[in-house]
């Protein structure tokens, strides 16, 4: 701007003066043939067009983003078309569906002498999409079960259920579009809220759905009442004699060993049941490996108050005269 100043005040004021009319003339020439141009009809341009896509919102819900717009090429006075491109008077075109769940899909061919009745101040020539893409589910309601979530590190080590995980309700009714609730595959997981336990538990836990499913579906119950017993498995150490089962005559062990040692975990509550036990370390000849000719030690017995059981040394080789 400086430099245009600068050039002016060069020049002589008769040749300020001219330049002047000059360009109000150039102005006011464009200023007549745009105005000139835009009072002519039969223009055709792309526009883009706001859609509304309703429906019963009682009966279905959209599980996936609707189409808000679509592009149309119309035809008509430059001022409307002008009027069109910055959005004047734009009006949304409100499209009925009355049961949209049974097509994902609304071919444009189907709206196109509404909308033309919808844009009577210009002319559609074309709209530029085919179909328009959408999913509304059916709301339904379907009961499900409530399961406890003991997915991870819900007891304490050598901790186990002693009881039946209770559950108050056992089921709860969800309502929202179908395919979401068909996501829960029937179940909705209870998270305890704690981890390593170790001791009975029972409280009230509240129901909740993930982000993602909060959003369309609803629960007609906010809490359940979460109860179990928890025992605590005791660590023992035994040294026990080796017995030997159905073994023929000409095979034996390759070791001088006649005891292992056996570490295993008994429920607290059957200790004295345990300390009743006449337990062995049983090698049974009927369990040997046939590939390597070893043979596993395993207890005589095995009632469900013993657990995680092992032996030291845990195998042995056999030889054959």
Known sequence: MSTLGKYFRKLKPEKTSNLKVVVLCVFTASTFW???ALNKDNYT?????????????????????VPREIRISINGNGWDLLKRHF???????????????????????????????HIASTNLVDIVQDTLFYQIDKIVSKRIQLVADTTENTLAENHAF??????????????????????????????LGERNIEDDFSRLL???????????????????????????????????????LYF?????????????????????????????LELAATLNYNNRNREDSTISVSLNTAPDYIRDVSFEPESFKLTYE
């Open 206 to 244: 509240p129901l909740e759905l993930d982000r993602e499913l909060d959003r369309y579906l609803s629960l007609d119950e906010e809490t359940a009442q979460i109860s179990f017993m928890v025992e605590e498995f005791l660590e023992n150490t035994l040294q026990l004699e080796i017995n030997k």
């Open 248 to 276: 023929p005559n000409n095979v034996d062990i390759n070791s001088d060993i006649t005891e292992v040692r056996v570490n295993l975990y008994v429920k607290e509550s059957r200790l004295e049941d345990f300390q009743n």
């Open 162 to 191: 002693a009881s039946a995980i209770e559950i108050e309700p056992k089921t709860v009714m969800v309502t929202g579009p179908i395919s979401i609730i068909e996501q829960l595959e029937g179940k909705l997981r209870v998270p």
């Open 34 to 36: 745009l105005l000139n």
């Open 87 to 117: 959005k004047m008077g734009v009006t949304e075109f409100e499209i009925w569906l009355e049961e949209p769940s049974r097509q994902p899909y609304l071919l444009t061919s189907d709206i196109e002498s509404q909308l033309s009745e």
């Open 45 to 65: 341009t792309t526009v883009t067009q706001p859609v509304v896509i309703d429906y019963d919102k009682e009966e279905y819900m959209a599980v996936s983003g």
